[in-house]
């Protein structure tokens, strides 16, 4: 395939991309408002910049990541000069989600590409602004040998799933992150699944209780609570509870006004299957905040429930939207029920000016990743690692990590000949 391997074309189709985001910048926010209300604010913070960032990561560092990297060789192969070579899968399938359409579908597309892949991309279809902004911008930059987006439903999915790919990156929920894991199964391909979980939040007695009520409102409502990694509900210790809860009204009611609904940085939920599967999840007596709906904009205002069952429905699966369900423990073994409850989930966090307790929950608990005393921002660290564990995902990405994910690492050996030991 003509200069597929080739750095600098990759690095100059890169940045030619790079240019056409910046370009195409306002049609991408009013595509994201235009599919769920998404607000600027959040669509440049979340989306365009993000993805403007990695980018310019990407292109800065691609020379570099590409190189082979040289290692201790083993005494055993002496004299000998160890490399790591790292080589493009082939032909690589990623399928995006809707509720960070452009990130989602981007970000694995670029780094995909970066490696030296061949590239199919399909976006969301519950976002078709998005998808189709998407589109017309790839098509624009790059020959579809090289990256081709392919819009469509769970049919087109299907239909792509069946082929046979050297590498499936899959972003999106459990269930279809199984039908990914089996259809790959087929021909051995390796995958990358981005899912979800039942996120827990901790808030012990040493809290800082005002900050960890703010932190908690920015990282449970950004997107409207469609966020993989948005707190999912808050474990609270049972005498910290009722300031905690003033503290979180006061945050909600800072952040998006008296009525949510008329705040021009609050999300919609994407459908009305998604609306009312959340609106079935709030049993009225147990509001303590908010709690307003509206069908036919596919509105629900930031809602805080007082729950004390796991059995409710709101405890049984992933929320993923602006309801935040508060219960309390008073030890250490309450705290494990709960989170022992649910498969691993794909972030924790913990609020505490406990070291000791900190260190605990981190070492207790199997999690994608989280943050102490902080909520989602573990996400823009390109540094660290960014994926889920058991039934929230396989593998990691961002940063150098997401090119290494799109290469083979092929081990090789350079012996030389100037000796030769008898074995
Ligand atoms: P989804 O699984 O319904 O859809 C994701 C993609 O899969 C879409 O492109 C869709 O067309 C396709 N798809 C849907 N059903 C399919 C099927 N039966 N066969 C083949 N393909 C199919 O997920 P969603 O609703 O778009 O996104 C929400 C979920 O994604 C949540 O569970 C959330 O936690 C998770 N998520 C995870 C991350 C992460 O980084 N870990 C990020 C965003 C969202």
């Keep these: 395939m003509e200069n597929k391997t080739n750095i600098n074309f990759r690095k100059e189709t890169l940045t030619k991309l790079l240019n056409a985001i910046i370009i195409h910048e306002n049609e991408i926010i009013q595509a994201l408002y235009d599919d769920f209300k998404k607000p600027a604010f959040e669509a440049v913070l979340t989306e365009t910049s993000y993805v403007i960032l990695e980018l310019k990561d990407t292109i800065k560092n691609l020379k570099r990541w590409s190189k082979p990297k040289r290692v201790f060789p083993s005494i055993l192969n002496f004299p000998s000069k160890d490399y790591i070579y790292k080589e493009p899968y082939g032909k690589v399938l990623v399928i995006a989600p809707w509720n960070y359409p452009f990130q989602l579908a981007l970000c694995p597309l670029i780094s995909a590409f970066a490696a030296g892949n061949q590239v199919v991309v399909k976006p969301s279809e519950l976002t078709p602004k998005t998808s189709e902004i998407i589109a017309k911008i790839i098509r624009k930059i790059f020959d579809k040998n090289h990256v081709e987006v392919i819009e469509g439903g769970i049919e087109v999915s299907q239909q792509l799933l069946s082929k046979r790919w050297d590498y499936i990156f899959f972003t999106g929920s459990v269930a279809v992150g199984k039908i990914v894991a089996k259809a790959a199964a087929e021909n051995l391909t390796p995958v990358t699944l981005e899912l979800g979980g039942k996120n827990p939040c901790i808030i012990d007695e040493t809290a800082n209780l005002k900050l960890a009520a703010k932190r908690i409102v920015w990282g449970k409502f950004i997107n409207a609570g469609q966020t993989c990694i948005a707190p999912d509900y808050i474990l609270v210790q049972k005498d910290m509870k009722s300031h905690f809860v003033t503290y979180l009204k006061d945050e909600i009611t800072k952040a998006y006004g008296a009525n949510p609904s008329l705040s021009p940085d609050f999300a919609r939920i994407i459908n ?21 709906t509206d ?28 309801i935040l369900p508060i219960l309390t423990y008073e030890n250490d073994a309450e705290i494990d029920t709960v989170i022992s409850k649910y498969e691993k989930p794909l972030a924790l966090y913990l609020f505490t000016e406990n070291h ?23 996400f823009s660290n390109k540094r660290l690692p960014f994926g889920g564990v058991g039934h929230s995902g396989i593998g990691a990405y961002h940063g150098s990590l997401s090119f290494d994910i799109f290469s083979h690492k092929k081990g090789i050996v350079k012996k030389a000949n100037w000796l030769d030991l008898p074995m």
């Design 272 to 292: 009305t299957k998604n609306w009312q599967r959340l609106v079935d999840m709030i049993e009225p007596d147990k509001v303590i905040f908010g709690g307003q």
């Design 295 to 322: 069908a036919t904009t596919c509105y629900i205002a930031p809602t805080l429930i007082e729950e004390t069952s796991l059995e409710s429905q709101i405890m049984a699966a992933e929320i993923f939207g602006p």
């Design 356 to 378: 000791a307790f900190s260190k605990k929950i981190i070492q207790d608990y199997s999690f994608g990743g989280g943050c102490i005393n902080d909520t989602v921002v573990h």
